[in-house]
């Protein structure tokens, strides 16, 4: 029986609460009416018409049905308007009405509502105020102005909410006391609101507003939880023997303050350890440091320290990394654990991620941590379309970490806006060419390449399709050409959003057919002379001796030189002027003058006398003979005792005898049938 009692009074209240007076009170008639305040008017309110009739004029009836029994009274609103307020003084306290509103045409809309003005008050919100913020937080208000000769007191409640946050936590009204209210259970360091709202305690009236918003910051506490560290290599190019230790900042609900600084301790190798001190959020550190810890601090105190161990990087690494777009917003990451039994599996693991084309990859970097047992994780962040990122997991081990491999993953992929690079051809027959290129950039690429596809146009044909050609190859054999002629050619590459721009156009020809021929002539003359040079080279001596055999003397045979001939002249100086003509000033050496007797035994064989030759011999030192002194006379032998010198032979144009010409003169042996 209690139980009924209890909801008819919870559906009585309602019924109140939303307006709903003795008549009618099983259906909702739409027409509201509270008094604003114990001493304001009383504001009535209706539902208005809609479509042609939006801007009827509605006219609302107030009678009396107490003091002044039969008495109607009307208050006509503007054009349009769905609402009215009658003025305290056209009420009477405690007097009973009866409302209801009719339309221009004199139609009623409303049911007929019963009411009583001191039992329809709306108050106003009360006023909040703060009385202490630490280590509490205690807030009281001030009651609305209230008349004693209305209900006795008012009853309020309480709502807070963290500040920017839409869901509101309602105060339960027994745990409200008169006035006031201390929060127990609220986050450190955290901005709230409260705002309260006030009734007539016997639930005669309507709930106020509620109040204007009271704003205020809980005190600091006790951090919570481990600082999120991880580290970048330096680049191989930047030269920098050192590597960046990164970590995130703590979040709101584990800072519990103001992050004043962080503490980090570092050893490297068997060195003992160093400390520092350092702002968020990164730190260069010694390239050989092996183990980092590092604390986050607030006033109150620090956190636990976390810690991060380099010392081994080749440990046992996740295998069979996959990373899948999820709904075009997320990549969801899947890997395996490593198999190695000495190890086992590691404490936890670490996905790392980061903008693949970025010039700055600590500026795009991120990463996630995944406790040891899970073998997937899903990454959600600002991810941009078409931005190919890079993933790795990690295995966190107590002494070190071990890597996989990269992967690369879009969130979205679009089609490419390039071709391929590069593009070169060469000709391996008259009909065939090897086409190569490079692969499209990969800022450009927007996607996974699935493969390409190669254009081939004459200019009197269209062009033929070649496709599809793997994404991992960089050349293509092109066979079925014709000869002699030019060709167009060009590329493009297709991701799983379609095929993208082409490439610029490459020209190309193919060989003549004719040129074959010249260039195999070529060939062969090379060859032949290639060859013979070798031949010559090894038969050099064969060569020579066979010449000498075959050609005349004259071409072989080497001749003297005249100007470096040692043999004296004897010249006319008046009568030749050549390059042996010897200073006037030089002092002749002496001459010695040989007479060849042609001997008896050859006289008549029929050989003519040779005549007398005059040779100038060089002057003997000094000193060789009593008989060559300075001013010794020439000597000269008989070539035989009728034989005439060559000057009586020739007379006055005698001419000069070098000895060159004895080189074509026949020996002695030669002339007596010797040789």
């Known amino acids: ?230 580290r970048v290599a330096s680049p191989p190019e930047s030269g920098e023997t050192s590597l960046l230790l990164l970590w995130k900042p703590l979040n709101s609900e584990a800072a519990r303050g103001v992050i004043r600084s962080y503490s980090l301790a570092f050893r490297s190798g068997s060195n003992s350890s160093e400390s520092l001190e350092s702002a968020c959020c990164n730190v260069s550190l010694p390239s050989r440091t092996t183990h980092v810890w ?57 996905v790392e991620w980061a903008e693949e084309c970025s010039s700055s990859k600590v500026a795009s970097l991120d990463w996630v941590r995944r406790p040891a047992g899970t073998h997937r994780a899903l990454l959600t962040g600002d991810f941009r379309p078409r931005v190919p990122y890079q993933v790795r997991v990690y295995g966190l081990y107590p002494g070190g970490f071990g890597a996989s491999a990269p992967v690369r993953a879009y969130i979205q992929e679009g089609v490419p806006s390039a071709g391929p690079q590069g593009l070169q051809d060469h000709s391996i027959s008259k009909e065939a060419s090897i086409i190569s290129w490079e692969a499209i950039p990969l800022a450009q690429r927007n996607g996974h390449i699935t493969h390409y596809t190669l254009y081939l146009a004459t200019p009197t044909e269209s062009p033929q399709t070649y496709q599809p050609i793997a994404a991992t190859e960089t050349s293509y054999n092109l066979s079925g050409l014709e000869p002699g002629t030019s060709y167009q050619l060009w590329m493009t590459g297709s991701t799983s959003a379609g095929e993208g721009n082409a490439s610029s156009i490459h020209l190309f020809h193919t060989p003549d057919s004719r040129w074959e021929v010249v260039l195999a002539s070529l060939l062969a003359v090379g060859f032949l002379l290639f060859l013979a040079c070798v031949l010559g080279a090894i038969l050099h001596v064969q ?110 144009q005698a001419p000069v005898i070098s000895g060159y010409e004895k080189h074509f003169m026949p020996t002695l042996e030669e002339v007596l049938g010797l040789a």
């Not at 309260?196 to 016997?202: E, K, L, N, S």
């Not at 956190?303 to 075009?328: F, I, K, M, W, Y």
């Not at 890997?335 to 693991?349: A, F, I, Q, R, T």
């Not at 060089?618 to 060789?624: D, E, I, L």
Request: charged share 20%; glycine share 6%; net charge negative.
């Open 1 to 230: 029986m209690r139980k009924r009692w209890r909801g008819a009074w919870l559906l009585l209240l309602a019924l109140e609460t939303f307006g709903f007076r003795e008549g009618d009170p099983e259906e909702p008639t739409g027409l509201m009416c509270y008094q604003m305040g114990p001493s304001g008017g009383m504001n009535c309110t209706w539902p208005s018409r809609t479509g042609p009739e939006a801007n009827t004029t509605y006219t609302l009836h107030y009678q009396s049905l107490k003091f002044k029994r039969n008495q109607t009274r009307s208050s006509q609103a503007p054009a349009g308007q769905s609402w009215v307020v009658i003025g305290r003084s056209s009420l009477t306290h405690n007097e009973n009405y009866a409302v209801w509103v009719e339309a221009g045409d004199g139609t009623q809309i409303t049911p007929r509502l019963t009411l009583t003005p001191h039992e329809i008050v709306k108050p106003d919100p009360p006023v909040l105020s703060l009385v202490d913020v630490t280590p509490v937080v205690t807030v009281t208000w001030t009651n609305p102005q209230w008349p004693q000769h209305f209900s006795p007191d008012l009853a309020c409640h309480l709502r807070y909410r963290v500040s920017g946050t839409p869901n509101w936590t309602r105060v339960h009204e027994e745990d409200v006391e008169p006035n006031s209210y201390e929060f127990s259970s609220l986050e450190p360091f955290t901005a709230y609101e409260v705002q309260a709202r006030c009734i007539p305690r016997d639930r005669k009236g309507f709930w106020s507003d509620w109040s204007p918003s009271q704003t205020f910051r809980t005190p600091e506490a006790a951090l919570l939880g481990l600082v999120d560290v991880w």
């Open 294 to 350: 590092i604390s986050a601090n607030n006033h109150v105190g620090r956190t636990q320290p976390a810690n991060l161990s380099l010392e081994r990087q080749d440990l046992p690494a996740p295998a069979g990394v996959r990373a899948a777009a999820v709904h075009g917003q997320d990549l969801l990451v899947t890997w395996e654990p490593s198999k190695d039994p000495l190890e086992g599996e590691p404490m936890e693991y670490l």
């Open 543 to 652: 060569l020579l001796d066979l010449c000498q055999k075959v050609l005349p003397s004259w071409c072989w045979e080497k001749v003297p030189d005249a100007t470096h001939s040692r043999i004296m002249l004897h010249e006319d100086p008046h009568s030749y002027r050549g390059p042996l003509v010897r200073a006037k000033a030089a002092e002749e050496p002496p001459i010695t003058e040989l007479h060849i007797a042609e001997p008896a035994e050859h006289v008549n064989h029929g050989y003519s006398t040779l005549l007398q030759l005059e040779s100038p011999l060089p002057a003997r030192p000094h000193g060789a003979g009593a008989d060559d002194g300075p001013g010794s006379k020439p000597r000269t032998e008989e070539l035989g005792p009728s034989s005439p010198t060559l000057e009586e032979a020739w007379g006055e």
